[in-house]
């Protein structure tokens, strides 16, 4: 059975930097993609920030957080920690971030979306004032 666990998140002034991390324990995590959502305030959508392909390291970002943010992981044992580092962060990025394991790496096959994600965190705030 997947799990998705988060951390890290919280308050920072523009231009500053946060860390998330989320742990992702399950069988055969080799085929797995891994990526982080975000929902901004009143909104419904849920915007892909970035992703990675566990099998073949291949990772993308969204338009937005090219050049700020980096998607990195390390594996111990049976668990992979997934982080995501966020650098020059602003107002517009404050919102609820996710992260979600696509067990089979079906994702890949299309644009970087919610579609095949089924296992979630329970998301973290991140706050960016200005």
């Known amino acids: 059975q997947v799990q998705v666990v988060e951390s890290g998140g919280g308050s920072v002034e523009a231009g500053g930097s946060l860390r998330l991390s989320c742990a992702i324990s399950g069988p055969d995590y080799y085929n797995m993609a891994m990526a982080w959502f975000r929902q901004r305030p009143r909104s419904e959508r849920r915007d892909g920030v970035a992703?990675?392909?566990?099998?073949?390291?291949?990772?993308?970002?969204a338009d937005f957080v090219k050049g700020r943010f980096t998607i990195t992981k390390d594996t111990v044992k049976d668990t992979v920690y997934l982080h995501l580092q966020m650098t020059s962060l602003k107002v517009e990025d404050t919102a609820t971030y996710y992260c979600?394991?696509?067990?089979?790496?079906?994702?890949?096959?299309?644009?970087?979306?919610?579609?095949?994600?089924?296992?979630w965190g329970q998301g973290t705030q991140v706050t960016v004032s200005s």
């Open positions: 979600a394991a696509d067990p089979y790496g079906n994702s890949w096959r299309g644009p970087l979306s919610q579609t095949y994600y089924t296992h």
């Open positions: 992703r990675l392909n566990m099998a073949s390291n291949n990772i993308q970002y």
